[in-house]
């Protein structure tokens, strides 16, 4: 996978350039310092991804984005920012990027990223798929009161049930948060069990709404 870097902190840069390229079998082909320079870049060099800051001199990340997309729509943009607000989010998935992660993720967060990008899907770090879980428990709340779905789930168990939705496998899901798929397994039967799913059904149903959720976040 052939991946432009778009960050104008040199230090960040570097220290993602090593992690990429060291640990996920990355090949970072071009790096820019802003928008104007990214959009130069990935018309010379048609990489695979741009890995995206939003804040930068000249010209933001959204901005950058959308004229990428026009200029080589098979790039896919993933974003790296300090951002969580669903504002930026929002933003972001309408520009046309494909995931959406932050810039204290871990290494097993960002490989996962990549490789849900190389097979077509959308991607979001945890703390933004937090936000459209919250999403979804005031819109369930509105319908039944008695309910509080997110309270009722860990940080860890939303990391699961978003990489469910985002249609990863368990073994993907073990190997991105470093744990046995025994334990993935434990994780989704305590979901469940907590949000009253009372079957597969139902399970699917909501993950089915999440990853609708994703594609369209929420305002």
Do not use: W
Request: aromatic share 4%.
């Amino acid at each position: 996978m052939n991946v432009v870097l778009v960050e104008d902190h040199i230090i960040v840069r570097q220290g993602l350039k090593v992690l990429l390229e060291t640990k996920a079998q990355v090949k970072v082909v071009g790096e820019a310092n802003n928008g104007r320079e990214a959009i130069e870049l990935v018309q010379k060099l048609a990489p695979d991804v741009v890995i995206m800051d939003i804040s930068m001199p000249e010209l933001n990340g959204l901005e950058a984005t959308k004229r990428i997309l026009e200029l080589c729509p098979k790039t896919k943009i993933l974003i790296l920012s300090m951002h969580q607000e669903k504002s930026y989010i929002k933003q972001a998935f309408q520009a046309g990027v494909m995931g959406y992660i932050l810039k204290d993720a871990v290494y097993g967060e960002i490989r996962l990223a990549l490789e849900s990008l190389r097979q077509g899907k959308t991607f979001l770090g945890p703390s933004i798929s937090q936000l459209i879980l919250d999403s979804f428990v005031l819109k369930k709340g509105r319908e039944d009161t008695s309910l509080d779905y997110l309270e009722r789930l860990t940080p860890r168990e939303r990391e699961v049930l978003q990489l469910f939705a985002e249609k990863n496998t368990r073994q993907d899901i073990a190997d991105a948060l470093f744990i046995s798929p025994k334990t993935v397994d434990r994780h989704r039967e305590n979901i469940k069990l907590k949000l009253e799913l009372s079957d597969e059904a139902s399970f699917t149903r909501l993950l089915n709404l999440i990853n609708s959720a994703g594609n369209s976040p929420p305002s």
